[in-house]
């Protein structure tokens, strides 16, 4: 059975951090294209960073130089490191596994940026 499961959402303030994780199970984690998405409330989801196999990133414009995406095979974990929050990165995050065909997504987690 696949499962992710997402944790490390909460409420900081403007200017903070916070770490998301996403621990896969079920499947072969390594061969997975892993991403974070987001929805913030009356908008369509959106992808934030991907991560491939190979470790090649890829970024939204948005998050560009304050978020890092990072994996560790051997933990079968996705990291989101999120910098310089802003009030409009306020969303739910969900987790992305991809590999051909196959495509499983986490519940999600609430990041809220407010003072």
């Known amino acids: 059975q696949v499962q992710l499961v997402e944790s490390g959402g909460g409420l900081v303030q403007p200017g903070g951090s916070l770490r998301l994780s996403c621990a896969g199970s079920?499947?072969?984690?390594?061969?997975?294209?892993m991403s974070w998405y987001r929805q913030a409330p009356g908008k369509e989801r959106e992808l934030v960073a991907s991560?491939?196999?190979?470790?090649?990133?890829n970024y939204a414009d948005s998050v560009k130089g304050r978020f890092t995406i990072s994996r560790d095979n051997g933990k079968n974990t996705v990291y989101l490191q999120m910098n310089s929050l802003k009030p409009e990165d306020t969303a739910v995050y969900y987790c992305?596994?991809?590999?051909?065909?196959?495509?499983?997504w986490g519940q999600g987690t609430q990041v809220t940026v407010s003072s």
């Open positions: 992305n596994a991809k590999w051909r065909e196959f495509v499983n």
């Open positions: 079920g499947f072969t984690f390594g061969n997975r294209l």
């Open positions: 991560i491939s196999p190979g470790r090649n990133t």
